[in-house]
Nanobody, 126 residues
Framework: QVQLVESGGGLVQAGGSLRLSCAAS????????MGWFRQAPGKEREFVAA????????RYADSVKGRFTISRDDAKNTVYLQMNNLKPEDTAVYYC???????????????????WGQGTQVTVSS
């Protein structure tokens, strides 16, 4: 079993930055694809970004490309989401997720992800 714990959320003004962290338990973190999803009130959970095992392949939602950067530190069992130029529409609960499967492409749907964190709130004021 893998436990994921997010941190780094908070309240920020539009145009500001936040860095989310997700610390994972377990010895096989480096083999997982790690992703970030978010869910705004009244909306479905949506894909934000993901990084494959090894850290060389990433994928982003169009809405965050050029503003958000995902990275991982396997020595610390941690994945990060650097969020710059934040907009009010980025307001949501952000979830970290781990995909233990071996896939040819990085999944952007929720279903392939096996483990989820509890979420951290990000609020962007205008």
């Amino acid at each position: 079993q893998v436990q994921l714990v997010e941190s780094g959320g908070g309240l920020v003004q539009a145009g500001g930055s936040l860095r989310l962290s997700c610390a994972a338990s377990g010895r096989t973190f480096s083999t997982y694809t790690m992703g970030w999803f978010r869910q705004a009130p009244g909306k479905e959970r949506e894909f934000v970004a993901a990084v494959a095992s090894g850290g060389y392949s990433t994928r982003y939602a169009d809405s965050v490309k050029g503003r958000f950067t995902i990275s991982r530190d396997d020595a610390k069992n941690t994945v990060y989401l650097q969020m710059n130029n934040l907009k009010p529409e980025d307001t949501a609960v952000y979830y970290c997720a781990a995909d233990a499967g071996q896939r040819l492409t990085i999944p952007t749907m929720s279903a392939p992800y096996d483990y989820w964190g509890q979420g951290t709130q990000v609020t962007v004021s205008s």
